[in-house]
């Protein structure tokens, strides 16, 4: 399927640490984007690399993108307990057909 | 202030009912989703709408019917429920068709029973 998949499926580490959680896809895309989800929440963008683009920052987050492995990093720097949240990565070739994996459950112990 | 919102937050109904969730955007983009989360967190598209247009439909069963009586709202009608329709529903909006940015609703959890 098209559908990204984030590994690992579930993280835990202490406040101040980095994580890292990564996403696979399968087919050729124009673009991928992060997403955050708080617990009973919906979904919050967090950034969008395009596939022309290698590595992208916004504040405590660096994305990267390498087209070649089909592979996505998400690095979240000098983590925080409100950081607890699943995230998502979403691939598609148009704004109209994203498809979501299922996800990275990451756990920031204070 | 709530930029996409829906209702009801929480729905619990028996198999054969039919309901509606509704959601509305005060974003002022053109286009809405409905997406569906299950039990293991896999969120998948159903519908979106784009100045009440329907422009697509990944393989729902016809018993859900997506109605937009404006461009703020896009609701979703359901006939008949079944057990597997339990699940999560999220709205989502983006300023246009071709916008990649899109904003969620924070949910509708359905339990049928």
């Known amino acids: ?22 996403c696979s896809y399968k087919t050729s895309i124009n673009n991928l984007q992060w997403y ?9 963008h ?9 590595e992208k920052h916004s504040g405590r ?6 087209t070649s492995k089909k592979s996505s990093s998400l690095l979240i720097t000098a983590s925080r307990a409100a950081d607890t949240a699943s995230y998502f990565c979403a691939t598609g070739t148009g704004a109209n057909n994203l498809f979501f994996g299922t996800g990275t459950r990451l756990t920031v112990i204070p | 202030d709530t930029a996409v919102s829906q209702t009801p937050k929480y729905l619990v109904t028996q198999m054969g009912n039919d309901k509606s969730i509704k959601c509305e955007q005060n974003l002022g983009h053109d286009t809405m989703y409905w997406y569906k989360q299950d039990s293991k967190k896999f969120l998948k598209i ?10 697509i439909n990944e393989t729902v069963p016809n018993r859900f019917s997506p109605k937009s009586p404006d461009k703020a709202h896009l609701n979703l009608h359901i006939n008949s429920l079944e ?20 904003y969620f609703g924070p949910g509708t959890r359905l339990t049928v029973t």
Do not use: H, W
Request: net charge negative.
């Open chain 2, 83 to 102: 057990l597997g329709d339990s699940a999560v529903y999220f709205c989502a909006s983006s300023v246009r068709a071709d916008s990649y940015e899109q």
């Open chain 1, 61 to 66: 987050l660096r994305v990267t993108l390498d």
């Open chain 1, 36 to 44: 955050r989800q708080n617990s009973g929440r919906g979904l919050v």
């Open chain 1, 46 to 54: 967090l950034i969008l690399i395009r596939s022309n683009e290698r």
């Open chain 1, 1 to 22: 399927s098209q559908q990204g998949e984030e590994d690992p499926q579930a993280l835990s580490i202490q406040e101040g640490e980095n994580a890292t959680m990564n």
């Open chain 2, 46 to 55: 159903m519908f979106s709408y784009n100045n009440k247009e329907l422009i």
